[in-house]
Each structure stands twice: as C-alpha cells, then as structure tokens.
C-alpha cells in the first residue's frame, strides 16, 4: 500500500481559512442573497437586518479570499460572487444535511410506529 505525500502544513491552513469563511452564518446569508446577482450594500444591510458595520465586515473577508468582486458607483459599492463553485459547494452540503435530516425524521416514523404495538 503506497503512503499518499503528506500535505504541506501552509495547504491546510489556507483550505481550513476557506472553509472558516463559510462558518459564519450572516457570511451564508449574504451568499445566498448574492445568489440572485450583485448588490450594493444597502440592499444587504436590508435583507439582513443588521448594520452596515456588520454587513461590509463580511463582505471585506469574503472579497479578500476571493470569493466575491467588488465594484463602485457614486458613493455604493456594489458586489457580486466571483467564484460560482462557492454555491456547488454550499449544494453539496445541504443535500447532505437534508439527506441526513431525511433519515432521522425516518427513524423517528419507525420508532413511533413501533411504540403504538
């Protein structure tokens, strides 16, 4: 059996820092607001319901890790996700979650139709 290389330690860090940034509800959020198309950031700050602080702070770690692009008009930024996998991404895990969800309202059907015998 052949031993796979061992990955660098520099590699990790930067694909745990990837997936850090998906940990963040409000980040999410976001996401799927953008899903839609660009936005400026009043738009966000409404369909969130938070402040501005908080909605450019996101928006500032998504954009640095490249996930979205960021673009002016007048005073409004505007932005948009950059990199379409990012919702491949956050797909798979949902399906996997509702599959998993799935099977336990399943056992819970079994077990309560058990208990009634």
């Given at each position: 059996?052949?031993?796979?290389n061992p990955v660098s330690q520099?590699?990790?860090q930067q694909v745990a820092e990837y997936f850090s940034i998906l940990s963040e509800p409000m980040r999410l959020r976001?996401?799927?607001l953008l899903?839609?198309?660009e936005k400026c950031v009043q738009e966000l700050v409404e369909a969130t319901?938070?402040?501005q602080a908080n909605v450019s702070k996101h928006l500032k770690?998504?954009?640095?890790a490249g996930i979205l692009s960021r673009r002016s008009e007048g005073t409004s930024a505007y932005y948009k996700v950059e990199d379409?996998?990012?919702f491949q991404l956050c797909n798979l895990v949902c399906d996997r979650l509702?599959?998993?969800i799935e099977q336990q309202a399943q056992h819970f059907r079994e077990f309560s139709l058990a208990s009634k015998d």
């Open positions: 059996m052949q031993i796979a520099e590699v990790v976001i996401l799927n899903r839609e198309g319901a938070t402040s770690v998504m954009l640095q379409e996998l990012i509702a599959t998993r």
